[in-house]
């Protein structure tokens, strides 16, 4: 059993396991679940959907500024090829999402970043532009990571839930789409010596991991602006 910071430990695996409690609840969030056993409310998943249309372009941004920092053609032409895959396939599922959960198009197009929102999509665009290639490839670890988690686990437990929007949300985030990724991603970072930025990397997992977390649960229970 490895100890945590054991240095024969890869890095990535030692942060899943420092925040495995974290992780873990994101993964097995109740909106995973209930989208998972079809029992999600429409409306609820609409919340998400449309923050989740606006999280895409601080998204977006922060792994165009990582595809200029990348160390070589190789790593810049992975972020690419995701970048495709949100900005064609993904794009093209939002459009027919908002159909089919009847939000307009000046409902989805004039959305605004609830708190959650607009914080975690400012820490994106901060690391794509402070950070380096490492700290940009750890954030997109995290998102996409624990997205990967949850899809293959739905699909290992066979879900498939009567709504085709979520069966589908289910599918793009299985193996098939991100596994490759994902494990190129966590190759990367441990193969790389970021001991002397050990910190900041955890810093940067930590946060990223704690936005996913109260991303899932604005979607559940809703976030809005206290003015009170």
């Given at each position: 059993?490895?100890?945590?910071?054991?240095?024969?430990?890869?890095?990535?695996?030692?942060?899943?396991?420092?925040?495995?409690?974290?992780?873990?609840?994101?993964?097995?969030?109740?909106?995973?679940?209930?989208?998972?056993?079809?029992?999600?409310?429409?409306?609820?998943?609409?919340?998400?959907?449309?923050?989740?249309?606006?999280?895409?372009?601080?998204?977006?941004?922060?792994?165009?500024?990582?595809?200029?920092?990348?160390?070589?053609l190789d790593s810049a032409s992975r972020l690419h090829a995701f970048l495709t895959g949100i900005l064609d396939p993904e794009n093209d599922l939002f459009m027919r999402a908002?159909?089919?959960?009847?939000?307009?198009?000046?409902?989805?197009?004039?959305?605004?970043?609830?708190?959650?929102?607009?914080?975690?999509?400012?820490?994106?665009?901060?690391?794509?532009?402070?950070?380096?290639?490492?700290?940009?490839?750890?954030?997109?670890?995290?998102?996409?990571?624990?997205?990967?988690?949850?899809?293959?686990?739905?699909?290992?437990?066979?879900?498939?839930?009567?709504?085709?929007?979520?069966?589908?949300?289910?599918?793009?985030?299985?193996?098939?789409?991100?596994?490759?990724?994902?494990?190129?991603?966590?190759?990367?970072?441990?193969?790389?010596?970021?001991?002397?930025?050990?910190?900041?990397?955890?810093?940067?997992?930590?946060?990223?991991?704690?936005?996913?977390?109260?991303?899932?649960?604005?979607?559940?229970?809703?976030?809005?602006?206290?003015?009170?």
């Open positions: 059993m490895y100890a945590i910071g054991a240095p024969n430990m890869p890095l990535t695996q030692q942060l899943k396991l420092k925040y495995e409690n974290l992780w873990r609840r994101m993964v097995f969030h109740p909106f995973v679940v209930e989208m998972g056993d079809g029992t999600l409310p429409p409306e609820k998943f609409k919340r998400y959907f449309l923050q989740d249309y606006v999280f895409v372009r601080d998204l977006v941004s922060m792994t165009s500024m990582g595809m200029a920092k990348a160390p070589d908002f159909d089919e959960l009847g939000a307009s198009e000046e409902e989805y197009s004039s959305a605004s970043a609830s708190p959650t929102t607009r914080g975690f999509g400012d820490f994106l665009v901060r690391t794509g532009l402070e950070g380096d290639f490492a700290d940009v490839l750890t954030v997109l670890y995290v998102t996409e990571g624990t997205y990967l988690d949850w899809g293959t686990r739905l699909l290992t437990e066979g879900k498939r839930p009567e709504n085709p929007i979520y069966r589908e949300w289910i599918d793009i985030h299985g193996p098939d789409v991100l596994g490759d990724l994902v494990g190129w991603m966590g190759r990367f970072l441990d193969g790389a010596d970021l001991s002397a930025r050990h910190d900041r990397i955890d810093e940067l997992f930590h946060t990223a991991l704690r936005y996913e977390d109260l991303f899932w649960q604005a979607a559940y229970d809703g976030d809005a602006w206290n003015d009170d």
